[in-house]
């Protein structure tokens, strides 16, 4: 936060800062009279997303779990191990960048519905915000793939997926529980304590719009995978 000209308040958009800080930036951005930065800010977290994204991705394909003979599966038997995973990890981060523009711009959409009050540019913002901590989940996935047998594009280690996915026969279930990582929880932590400075609804109103909100979407995302599954 600065001001121009001893009038205007201007908060700079700082994504990392809301990992350890979440209420202090959304005091600074509620006082600001603009908000600079959350373009150039928006492009940099898609493209670090994408590039963990892949490099998870890349990570996975030449380790154990991927044998030559899935690889010639997949009809690339005319290339080589290196070759295949650098083009499928490319090809990965391009479907990671997109869907994470669907994702940010479905989500905003539905919850101005319900927070007009907020604006579309600010509960963006917000959403822009919450989606951060997956930057996190991404690095922290990284190292486990080389200390344990765990393959990431299956179960993550941070959610209840990883535990009862050997305990269950179902398959919307794991898939399900699997978008509930303790991240995409702090996400939705942040994004409540951003609502919550700017909206006039109770807390207990926001908290149900962003949880129903939330599991909607995660049930159909489940529906998706599945069908994409069951169809290959």
Request: aromatic fraction near 16%; charged fraction near 15%; hydrophobic fraction near 55%.
């Given at each position: 936060?600065?001001?121009?000209?001893?009038?205007?308040?201007?908060?700079?958009?700082?994504?990392?800062?809301?990992?350890?800080?979440?209420?202090?930036?959304?005091?600074?951005?509620?006082?600001?009279?603009?908000?600079?930065?959350?373009?150039?800010?928006?492009?940099?977290?898609?493209?670090?997303?994408?590039?963990?994204?892949?490099?998870?991705?890349?990570?996975?394909?030449?380790?154990?779990?991927?044998?030559?003979?899935?690889?010639?599966?997949?009809?690339?038997?005319?290339?080589?191990?290196?070759?295949?995973?650098?083009?499928?990890?490319?090809?990965?981060?391009?479907?990671?960048?997109?869907?994470?523009?669907?994702?940010?711009?479905?989500?905003?959409?539905?919850?101005?519905?319900?927070?007009?009050?907020?604006?579309?540019?600010?509960?963006?913002i917000i959403v822009l915000y919450s989606v951060t901590t997956g930057v996190?989940?991404?690095?922290?996935?990284?190292?486990?793939i080389f200390l344990l047998d765990y393959n990431p594009l299956e179960y993550?280690?941070?959610?209840?997926?990883?535990?009862?996915?050997?305990?269950?026969?179902?398959?919307?279930?794991?898939?399900?529980?699997?978008?509930?990582?303790?991240?995409?929880i702090w996400g939705l932590v942040i994004l409540y304590l951003g609502l919550?400075?700017?909206?006039?609804?109770?807390?207990?109103?926001?908290?149900?719009?962003?949880?129903?909100?939330?599991?909607?979407?995660?049930?159909?995302?489940?529906?998706?995978?599945?069908?994409?599954?069951?169809?290959?």
């Amino acid at each position: 936060m600065r001001k121009r000209e001893e009038s205007i308040l201007i908060h700079k958009i700082h994504l990392w800062k809301i990992l350890y800080s979440p209420k202090k930036v959304f005091k600074e951005l509620h006082r600001a009279d603009e908000v600079e930065g959350w373009l150039s800010q928006f492009i940099v977290l898609l493209f670090v997303s994408g590039f963990l994204s892949s490099l998870n991705f890349y990570a996975v394909i030449m380790s154990k779990h991927t044998s030559s003979q899935d690889l010639e599966k997949m009809g690339f038997s005319q290339l080589n191990v290196q070759e295949i995973a650098l083009f499928l990890s490319f090809t990965f981060m391009i479907v990671s960048i997109v869907t994470i523009i669907v994702s940010i711009g479905v989500f905003t959409s539905i919850l101005s519905l319900f927070f007009k009050e907020v604006g579309f540019k600010i509960i963006f913002i917000i959403v822009l915000y919450s989606v951060t901590t997956g930057v996190v989940h991404l690095l922290l996935e990284l190292p486990l793939i080389f200390l344990l047998d765990y393959n990431p594009l299956e179960y993550s280690f941070y959610s209840l997926a990883y535990v009862i996915q050997d305990y269950t026969d179902s398959l919307f279930l794991p898939i399900f529980l699997n978008y509930l990582s303790i991240f995409t929880i702090w996400g939705l932590v942040i994004l409540y304590l951003g609502l919550r400075e700017f909206s006039r609804k109770s807390n207990v109103i926001i908290a149900t719009i962003i949880i129903t909100v939330s599991l909607v979407l995660i049930f159909f995302m489940t529906k998706l995978d599945i069908r994409a599954m069951t169809s290959s």
